[in-house]
């Protein structure tokens, strides 16, 4: 099939998902057609940071989600200087159209796609599926690390107001009753466990949710081949279930800010909400706080 055919489908793949920004996707056919374009970045942020070097779509670098985007000393993302030191080392810059992908329905994809955000970058896509579909379809996999010629691209400076929360913004948006959404497993949301089910404690002292908050967890928006359900499904889900709109002042919250940047991405980018934040210190901040004010039970 000729490759204008291919990406003909792959494009209408997309499209007829009904989302309000296609753009910010791409099909596993649509990659497998430009893979070697040289205006295009793939980028693989994966939770098993191991994973990257058995194997990963040719062409790909790696991003580590610990040490490349988050500040290893203060509780705090990569500062505007190392973000351009980051992406100059990539060989990206602004003409640069950089495509994320990751294992566990692409949960660390849209984590670091919301910290170039941050930034700024907005030349960003998500590989719709990740590693889960492209793995699926038996498509090609190396152990190559490809190397780009260094860029000498300038950062933006980081613009956390815009689609970042903090814990006392998110304590006046609780009291205010504006929309919260709790994106963490039901036993999380109701206070039985502190953690994820098969990971370990990871220092909160208090199980439950924030007031007022809705629980959606984050993975009901995708399918088991790791792709996002369509725009229809999306808003059955936080529309017809849980009353959100599109003009609703949202925040969304999980652990630490990883799994909430995956229902970010949905509302903001999917289904086009105008102003969704994601509060990153999240439970581990919330849980371990003096006085801030929590409810248990079961998601409503």
């Known amino acids: 099939m000729a490759a204008s055919t291919i990406t003909e489908l792959a494009d209408k793949a997309i499209a007829d998902k009904g989302y309000t920004h296609a753009d910010t996707l791409v099909s596993t056919e649509w990659l497998a057609e430009h893979i070697g374009d040289p205006d295009i970045r793939l980028i693989e942020s994966d939770e098993d940071v191991l994973l990257y070097d058995t194997g990963h779509i040719p062409g790909a670098q790696k991003v580590d ?38 294992d566990k329905n692409n949960w660390w994809a849209t984590y670091a796609y919301w910290v170039f955000k941050l930034f700024g970058f907005n030349n960003a896509k998500i590989l719709d599926g990740g590693r889960i579909k492209w793995d699926l379809e038996g498509r090609e ?53 502190t953690h994820m089910a098969d990971y370990p404690q990871e220092g909160t002292l ?30 059955a889900i936080y529309e017809t279930e849980q ?32 102003k969704v934040r994601n509060y990153d210190g ?17 998601p409503t």
């Open 141 to 193: 996999m190396t152990t190559d690390v490809p190397k780009f010629p260094a860029t000498s691209f300038k950062a933006q400076p980081r613009n956390d107001e815009r689609i970042r929360a903090f814990f006392n913004q998110v304590r006046e948006h609780a009291a205010a009753g504006k929309r919260l959404v709790d994106v963490r497993s039901p036993d999380e949301f109701s206070g039985v466990k």
């Open 282 to 298: 999240s439970w581990t901040e919330w849980g371990n706080a003096v006085r801030a004010p929590i409810e248990k039970g079961g």
């Open 206 to 235: 208090r199980g439950g949710h924030i007031k007022g908050a809705r629980s959606v967890p984050w993975a009901r928006a995708a399918n088991a081949d790791g792709t996002f359900k369509t725009a229809d499904e999306l808003r």
């Open 243 to 274: 009353g959100l709109k599109k003009d609703d002042d949202v925040v969304a919250y999980c652990r630490i800010g990883e799994r909430s940047s995956h229902t970010w991405f949905v509302l903001t980018e999917l289904l086009g909400y105008e």
């Open 65 to 102: 989600w610990h040490e490349d985007l988050n500040d290893t000393v203060m509780r705090d993302y990569i500062s505007q200087e190392q973000f351009e030191k980051l992406l100059r080392s990539k060989g990206i810059d602004e003409t640069t159209t950089v495509i994320f992908y990751g």
